[in-house]
């Protein structure tokens, strides 16, 4: 066994989850590597303190470029808020080492371009965690559609909802906050969470080629908690966007924190001519799969016995569930991150780089950034790819 020495920066909701995926790595993964909890990160001492105890991290780190600089450490996962990503991936890669990054990967296209490049010219694994991917029922989603069950694409509709921001006197700034300020996490929906919409959808029906959207910002200002002055808001609260794909599907998208009720619904449908899918985060080991059925002589054909089937993903024949336990019990959000990093470290013994890598991240904040341009403009908008 190696091991793999990891340098923890950020201490909130992603610095926990990704520390319970290096503590259980090797109890479920047959993989040569195994985490060693070396460093956590955080400017400030008593909560990296707190946090290095709880987690079981050898030592604490208060300065970023320590942690980078330190020999002892093979791995810096960047679990901090977007506005610290490029500047900690590039001293990162510069120094060698492997890069793990929390989405979005950037705070615009320019700074994940740096990124990309700085991981590609220092040749240093990395990935960010688009964990959705690794929910097994999505990945199963994924298989039927590589096994051509949905056939020709023609729609495509994802939502993200949640509801927490709806009351006026939620501030901006600070833990968990710093969300809600345009200057720390570069956009609001948009890069929080229709980001993760986009990873799934162009890993599952390709690249978005053009798209058009519609952002609304409900809150005009709220209390930041650093100047502890009412501020303007500028994060987008809502977004919804329509999409085309390159292979002559569409799409529509739609975000916001002001669905009330909705606390992570993450939902999306595929629907081509020879069937779909359907996925919803709040019955997460469930994929609805609705199959086109050929009849003896290869005809398609509706029978009494059509319709949608609720397929539960915890057979070990699914994915990632051998891993785990028996047939009919199930696993949870923890276990996407835990399945993320282990494609991760097979991806580094088997020489296969893991996606979502950088380069991958990249074309989401394309359409990320498209979309925002889009918003300001009202205009149909590219977003590179073909
Ligand atoms: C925001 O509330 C958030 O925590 C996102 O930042 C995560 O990426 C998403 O998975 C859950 O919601």
Redesign the pocket.
């Known amino acids: 066994m190696k091991e793999l020495r990891v340098g923890m920066i950020g201490y909130g ?1 992603m610095g926990r989850a990704h520390s319970n995926a290096y503590k259980r790595l090797t109890d479920f993964f047959p993989v040569n590597h195994r985490p060693v909890l070396k460093a956590a990160c955080a400017r400030n001492k008593e909560k990296a303190e707190a946090f290095a105890k709880v987690w079981g991290y050898e030592r604490i780190e208060t300065d970023w470029k320590a942690l980078v600089a330190a020999d002892d450490i093979d791995l810096i996962d960047i679990g901090s808020p977007n506005n610290t990503h490029l500047e900690i991936a590039l001293a990162a890669a510069k120094a060698g080492k492997m890069v793990l990054c929390e ?1 979005p990967l950037a705070m615009s296209v320019k700074e994940a371009e740096k990124m990309v490049a700085a991981v590609e010219k220092y040749k240093v694994p990395n990935m960010v965690w688009f ?2 991917r690794r929910v097994p029922a999505i990945a199963l989603a994924k298989q039927i559609i590589d096994e051509g069950r949905v056939g020709r694409a023609f729609h495509y509709r994802a939502t993200y909802l ?1 509801d ?1 921001t709806i009351a006026e006197d939620v501030p901006q700034g600070g833990p968990g906050l710093w ?1 809600l300020d345009a200057s720390v996490a570069g956009s609001g929906v948009t890069g ?2 229709l980001a ?1 919409s986009i990873d799934t959808a162009m890993w599952l029906n390709g690249p978005i080629t053009r798209v058009v959207a519609k952002t609304e910002t409900f809150v005009k200002e709220r209390l930041h908690v650093e100047t502890r002055k009412k501020q303007k808001v500028t994060i987008d609260d809502a977004c919804m966007f329509l999409a085309e794909f390159a292979n002559g599907s569409i799409g529509t998208f739609e975000s916001t924190r002001y669905a009330r009720g909705r606390k ?1 619904f993450n939902t999306f449908e595929m629907n081509g001519a020879d069937g779909s899918v359907y996925f919803d985060l709040e019955e997460p080991e469930y994929l609805q799969y609705f199959e086109y059925k050929q009849n003896q002589s290869g005809k398609k054909v509706e029978s009494h016995l059509t319709g949608w089937r609720k397929i539960h993903t915890t057979n070990s024949e699914h994915p990632y569930m051998n891993r785990y336990w028996v047939p009919g019990t199930c696993i949870g959000y923890e276990h996407t991150f835990l399945n993320a990093l282990a494609d991760f470290v097979m991806g580094i013994e088997s020489g296969k780089p893991t996606q979502p890598d950088f380069r991958c991240a990249l074309q989401t904040q394309k359409v990320c950034d498209a979309v925002l341009k889009s918003a300001r403009s009202g205009k149909w908008t590219a977003t590179g790819a073909k």
Request: charged share 25%.
């Open positions: 909701f989405k964990n959705y949640q927490w969300r929080d969470l993760h992570n």
